[in-house]
Structure formats: C-alpha cells, structure tokens
C-alpha cells in the first residue's frame, strides 16, 4: 500500500464511524503557550475538551479525526535510527464528550487487524499500571481482553510510558493505552496511541475528573508505513525514499563511504525544514527560528560529511514539495518563499562551516573544549552548541557545556546592557520596530487620534502589538490599516535615529510606550519617520521604510477590556 492509500484508508474508516475530517492546524501553535510546535493531533481539540470551544457549533459532530503535521524537538537527537523523526504526520481520532475507551479501543483494533490485515501475533499492547491517587486501567484491560482475545499480551506502565499530557504544566491529561508492533526481527516501535483523556491537570500537579471523558488517538503516519511496507526502516518507505535517494545521488564520498545516519539526517531534517517554513517559522536565534536554524545548519554539516557539493538543500526541498504538495498545497504556494529561506539560511552557515570546523580541529588536539571554546564557535562561527557536542563526541571528546552556558550568560547581560532586544540580532528585529511604528501610526490615522500603544512583542517571523481601543475592527478597517503601512513602505522615507530629551520630544508630538522610564532618563532616543510618526524607543530600526518590505495583519484579538491585540508579519524580509 502506498501512503496515499494508507492515508485514504484510515480516513475512509473513521469517517465511516461517523468522524469528521478536520485539516491539520499549523505546525505554529495558535493561542497555546504550553508547546513550541504542535506536537499532536489532539492541539487544536483541545480547547473542545476543556470546554471552552463549542465543538458542535464548530464541527457538527463530537467525534473527529485528522492527519497533523507534528514536531518533536525532543527527539531531534534520536534522528538517525529506524525510526525517529523530528517531523511527522500523526493519524488521530479524537471523541470530544462522545465514545471512549470501548469504541477507542475497538476501532483500533478493527482498523489494524482487518483493514490493514497486521498480524495479531505481531503485535501486543500497553496500559498504565497506576500510580498514587490514579488506579491501573482495569477497565481497559478488561475490554482489551474481549476485543483482542484473553491471550493478547499486556504490559502494564507507569507515567512515564502510560500517562499522557498535558503538554506544559497544566491542561488535559489521562491513562493511555499502546499498540505495539514487533518486526520479524526483533525490533519494536509504538504504533497507535490511545489516550483515554479524562483528567485535568493543574499548575500544582493535581488530576481532577474532567467534565467530560474524552479520546485523542495518535499513530504516527512514518510508523504505520513502515510497518506495512516492510522496509528496513521509515526511511526507505515512499515518504522518505525519493528524499534518500536525491541526497545519496549528490554525496561524493563514494557509495561505500556514506553513512546511512547522516542520509537519515539529511532527509527528516529537509522534509522538516521545508513543512517549518511552509508553516512561516524562519530562522532566529530563539524559539521555533532556533530550531529550525539548528535543523538547517546540521543538514548542512550531514551534507559536508558526505561531501555534497554546494547548495543542496533546494534540490532536496523541491523533492519534498513534489512528494507532498497534493496533501499539503501551501507548499506549492509558498515554494518560492521556502526555497530562499532554507537557501539563505544554508548560504550563510555554509560560509562558516569550513573555518568554523578548522578552528574546532584546533581545539580538538587539546585536552577537550572548554566552555570558552564552545562559545567561541557559536558566536563567531554559529555552531549551535549541540553540534559541536556532536562533532566533539565523534571524536570522543566531551564539551563542557555549563561552562559554555555561563559565557552565554555574560553575553546576555552584555547585550542587555546595550539594548533591550538582547534575543535576536539587530538585522532580524530592525524591520519588525519599524513596522511597529508604521501600525502605531497607521492605527491612528484609521482609527482615531486616541489610540495608544500598550505592549509589544517582537520575534523575527512577527509582530504583535497591543494597543487601546474597545471593539473588534472590521475588515475594512484593518484592510486600510495595511494600505497605510504599506503606502509608507513604498515611499521609502528615511528612518531618522535622534537624540532629545523626554520634554522635547513630547514637545514634538511623539508617542512614548514606556513614558514612566523614558522620563526619567536624561537622554531618549526618537525615531522619526519622515512625514509621518515620531515615537520613543530604543530600536534597532532599518534606515529606510522600504527595507520593512511589506506589511501584512495576519489575525487580531482582544487581550481584556479596552485592549485589541494585532499580528502582523512582514512576507517580503
Ligand atoms: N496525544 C497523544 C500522543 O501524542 C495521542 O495523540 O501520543
């Protein structure tokens, strides 16, 4: 079976159990702090299972199911082996106050064993065993039995293996129960879970019966096709092979040279880069743009090891947008803008790597790297710390990390001390604080003299800023909001950078977010936008409001009373 049919497959089941195929959210979490990326199917539900969303308003039916795009961080060490990925397509069918465990338990079975026609003898299952105020899931074995048979093999597990969520500290959680697939040759891999989501978590650690039981199923799309392809590994399915067989056709090492591990790594890290920025993420030094940098960069060093030549990370994303567009069409939309960032991104560490290697060989006759040596290689060279552990550790050479965390920690109070965006670099952030006043400005030319500014928050892939007002804007509104920004942007005035006092600069007619410490200081600093704003801050800015690019609001949201929040992003930096 192919992936497209495995796909159709479990799609076809569960909407013949009356589910309702709801699209995969964004790998970028909307309104959940509690996770970088979206990890699971069950993200966008959740708010359903706490009942702060409708679910019949939204759906028309408690019982869903899905195919996410998913990212785990936490296994981006892992990649290599037979099985581990960093990005990855999970199946799910979700019960939002409707079935639980039985049906959950049932249908899985059903799809494994008659759809896909998986051995029985191949498989066996997992249950929580229970745990202080928590009983073992008697129920589940119970019904275990009755599906599957009195002999189906159950292993009983604690928290660490049996008990999901939440995600965070808080949120809702419950027993689960695995399906495990044994291969002819020993090796083992969890293939479906099934949460049996009826407890809430507080921020103390407290479980509390929900309102209502829920299910959140999860099995990982890679997974299931390797099973039923019966190939060595994920990597040599239809989901990954085209991708393998690109990298290996660039490698110039000599075939007998190529380590499979770094193919491995070559091809999950590509196909994950490409879904990051086809969900917006780009490349920064914090957050989702941290792991998508030091997913790029150790391609590109996988890439030096078997001797790739030049750029090569296009010809691979290009690979993966052939292979995935029709599932997923924003890649083909978005394929021009993927390419230059995953290109850009390889350009400038590509440049580094020879000499930052070189400088790493040095370190390497010594006695080990000190902390001081693996910071020196990150802020000059931009090797993300865990890649020189890697490399060190190839060599059998340790890092000494805490010490490289405590010069992390002088820089940061350095760059502190020199600006207050200490997190990104000036040329990720300047277009983001220009833009911010092009929409402090803009609001009030469309909305009225009245608004102010009351927060901010700026990360190079947005902007999202507060400000005063008390009703939703309309469409029209914040479509015009967009024409004066981007009517500035295309002037392309001079950003003027000028020193004043706080009276003077109120004098002028300019906007201050933070007045109380503005006033006390003996100098501000004014950024004027030729013709049209005049605002306090501490930058950086661009020089011209042509190099914003282009403005865009991607949603607004109220933050309380009187408050109105705005995203927006810049598509063209
Ligand atoms: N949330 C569960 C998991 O991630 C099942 O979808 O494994």
Not at 185 to 210: H, I, R, S, Y
Not at 450 to 457: E, K, N, P, T, V
Not at 496 to 524: I, N, P, R
Request: net charge negative; charged share 30%; aromatic share 10%.
């Amino acid at each position: 079976m192919s992936h497209e049919e495995i796909r159709k497959e479990f799609i076809d089941f569960f909407v013949s159990k009356d589910h309702k195929l709801v699209p995969s959210s964004s790998l970028i979490p909307e309104d959940d702090p509690s996770v970088l990326l979206t990890t699971a199917g069950v993200q966008q539900f959740k708010p359903y299972m706490l009942n702060q969303k409708d679910v019949l308003k939204d759906f028309g039916t408690r019982r869903l199911c899905s195919i996410q795009k998913s990212f785990r961080t936490s296994d981006i060490d892992e990649v290599g082996d037979e099985h581990h990925l960093t990005f990855f397509e999970m199946l799910g069918n979700f019960s939002i106050g409707d079935y639980f465990k039985r049906e959950a338990i049932e249908w899985a079975w059903e799809f494994l064993t008659k759809n896909l026609k998986l051995d029985p003898k191949n498989m066996y299952v997992t249950v929580f065993a229970g745990e202080k105020n928590i009983p073992e899931d008697s129920e589940a074995i119970k019904i275990w039995k009755e599906v599957a048979g009195e002999n189906i093999r159950i292993e009983k597990f604690g928290r660490e293996d049996n008990f999901w969520g939440p995600t965070g500290s808080s949120g809702p959680c419950g027993p689960c129960s695995e399906v495990i697939y044994v291969f002819a040759n020993g090796v083992e891999t969890e293939l479906w879970n099934l949460v049996f989501t009826e407890l809430f978590q507080d921020e103390k650690g407290n479980c509390a019966p929900l309102a209502q039981k829920n299910i959140d199923t999860g099995m990982g799309l890679e997974r299931l096709v390797w099973v039923l392809q019966e190939t060595p590994s994920v990597f040599e399915t239809d989901l990954f092979k085209p991708i393998i067989d690109t990298a290996e056709d660039l490698a110039e090492v000599g075939k007998e040279k190529i380590d499979p591990k770094s193919l491995r790594i070559i091809a999950d890290h590509a196909r994950a880069a490409t879904f990051l920025v086809g969900d917006g993420v780009a490349p920064s030094n914090s957050g989702r743009g941290y792991v998508l940098r030091r997913i790029i960069r150790r391609t590109v060093r996988h890439g030096q090891l078997l001797d790739i030549n030049g750029l090569f990370l296009g010809q691979l994303m290009e690979r993966v947008i052939e292979m995935y567009g029709e599932q997923y069409p924003h890649l083909l939309e978005r394929q021009n803008e993927i390419s230059e960032t995953i290109e850009g991104e390889e350009r400038k560490f590509g440049q580094t790597l020879k000499r930052g290697l070189k400088e790493l060989e040095k370190m390497l006759d010594g006695p080990g790297i000190r902390g001081e040596d693996a910071f020196k290689l990150y802020d000059t060279y931009g090797f993300p710390l865990d890649l020189t552990v890697e490399i060190a550790r190839e060599r059998g050479f340790e890092v000494d990390t805490a010490g490289f965390e405590k010069e992390m920690e002088k820089q940061r109070k350095r760059a502190r001390a020199a600006q207050k965006f200490e997190e990104y670099k000036p040329e990720e952030i300047a277009p983001l604080h220009t833009a911010t006043h092009l929409l402090n400005q803009a609001l009030r030319e469309v909305l009225g003299p009245d608004i102010h500014q009351a927060g901010q928050d700026l990360t190079p892939e947005r902007l999202r800023f507060d400000f005063t007002f008390d009703r939703k804007l309309e469409e029209e509104e914040l479509k015009r909001i967009e024409e004066v920004a981007n009517d500035w942007i295309k002037k392309d005035v001079p950003v003027e950078c000028v020193e004043t006092t706080y009276g003077e600069a109120l004098k002028q007619g300019a906007e201050a977010l933070f007045a109380e410490k503005y006033k006390q200081a003996d100098k501000v600093v004014m950024y004027k936008i030729a013709g049209f704003s005049k605002e306090l801050c501490a930058g950086p800015h661009v020089k011209s409001t042509g190099e914003v690019g282009s403005f865009k609001i991607m949603k607004q949201e109220s933050v309380g009373r009187g408050v109105r929040r705005i995203y927006a992003k810049l598509p063209n930096v």
